[in-house]
């Protein structure tokens, strides 16, 4: 009816986190196009218009699931790789990044794994957590410093995002967080400093 106003809905963050956890379960066992927002709804165990005074649809889910890695990666992972030796806090980061795309599951991180992506165009909290890692290895002499930093991090996350990638083709068919720290050990030779470098 024109002119009624529209019903509006407490936020809280709990209805929100449940939201989005019943949005994964169901984006993993039907894949993302499969999934209804009418069925996230009954999973949640709250009302459609309460899903939309936190998002706009389901291209939302996969935004705030972006931006949810991100604040982890911004204060877990930086905590935890800080006070770690440069090989070290390279495994816990990689370790961090493949239990991420597990939890998000196969179907949705294919949906995501796309060239129109436009969060993957963008530098996020990942690289800078991954590249404040290398630079701290390039001062302590671990990380050979002949490439700038960012570079280094940009060839990591090509590897990273090649291992994502072929698991979604696999569809799941092995563990992701071993296969991706086997081949980050296959990379570090090539990051350790040269002999003109010590």
Known sequence: MAGTP???YKKSAVTRQTI??????????????????????????????????????????LRALYADGETYFSTVVRQETAGADTEEA??????????????????????MYTPDNEWFARRKSQQEVLEEVVRRGQESGRI??????????DDIFLCLR???????????AYDLEARMLECLELLLP???PGAGER
Not at 90 to 111: K, P, Q
Not at 162 to 172: K, Q
């Open 6 to 8: 529209r019903r509006t």
């Open 162 to 172: 090649g291992v994502c990638y072929d698991w979604c083709s696999r569809n799941g």
């Open 190 to 192: 090539g990051l350790r």
């Open 20 to 61: 989005l956890e019943a949005a994964l379960e169901l984006m993993k066992e039907k894949g993302y196009r499969g999934t209804t927002i009418r069925e996230i709804c009954t999973r949640a165990g709250t009302a459609v218009g309460s899903f939309y005074s936190y998002f706009d649809g389901k291209t939302d889910i």
């Open 144 to 153: 050979t410093r002949r490439l700038e930093a960012a570079r280094v991090v």
């Open 90 to 111: 390279l495994r816990v980061f990689v370790s961090h990044y493949a239990r991420l795309n597990i939890r998000t599951g196969v179907e949705t991180v294919r949906v």
